[in-house]
């Protein structure tokens, strides 16, 4: 990732055509480690519903007998990422564009033409950096008329997990999500923020 700073316009990133610049921070997003530890998970997920609103998704680390894998048993999730892969993905701005005016230059990853990369993305599906936690597209009492508008579109995980055991373990990443036929409500949008310490 990018710092929150300028990028250096005489490096040989800032260098390359501006596409290529965009392809390479995109890129760097689900390969460079946040934890000298872990270890990075990037793949393709597909057999998203079709045509259909999600309530809510939960994204578990599990074992392969589907029991729930977390720090108790040595298992740290650092993060995971799930980005829609959408033909029209340029036909909506990055979800950094929402943000307000002061925000411009904190985000790493939006579309306020620094530093460039993940502007391409338009939304994010699901973003989770804590254990057992439900992402709700929607109120959980249902009354806000709303949910994630899903059209089948691949979506890419980037998730990079710890493991504190002395031995090497089998970790699944596992999606369970509610969900409802057809485009109902408001579209929500996912929008992940960075929360320091200082």
């Not at 057999?47 to 298992?75: C, H, Q, W, Y």
């Not at 936690?133 to 997990?161: N, Q, R």
């Not at 089998?170 to 057809?182: F, Q, R, S, T």
Request: overall charge negative; hydrophobic content about 40%.
């Amino acid at each position: 990732m990018e710092s929150h700073t300028h990028e250096d316009t005489n490096s040989w990133k800032a260098k390359l055509p501006f596409e290529l610049q965009r392809i390479l921070t995109m890129m760097m997003f689900f390969v460079q480690k946040m934890d000298a530890n872990s270890f990075i998970v990037s793949r393709m997920i597909t057999g998203f519903p079709k045509n259909a609103t999600i309530i809510n998704s939960k994204i578990l680390l599990v074992d392969e007998n589907g029991a729930p894998l977390g720090i108790d048993r040595g298992i740290y999730q650092h993060h995971v990422n799930m980005l829609p892969v959408t033909q029209n993905i340029l036909a909506e701005p990055s979800f950094a564009a929402t943000c307000p005016e002061q925000d411009q230059s904190f985000y790493p990853i939006g579309g306020h033409e620094r530093p460039v990369g993940m502007d391409v993305v338009a939304h994010v599906f699901a973003a989770q950096a804590v254990e057992n936690f439900t992402l709700w597209y929607t109120t959980p009492d249902g009354k806000l008329d709303a949910g994630y508008h899903s059209d089948g579109s691949a979506v890419m995980m980037g998730a990079e997990i710890v493991n504190y055991n002395p031995t090497k373990q089998k970790v699944y990443i596992a999606v369970d999500m509610e969900y409802v036929e057809g485009l109902h409500g408001q579209k929500s949008i996912v929008m992940p923020l960075t929360v320091t310490g200082e």
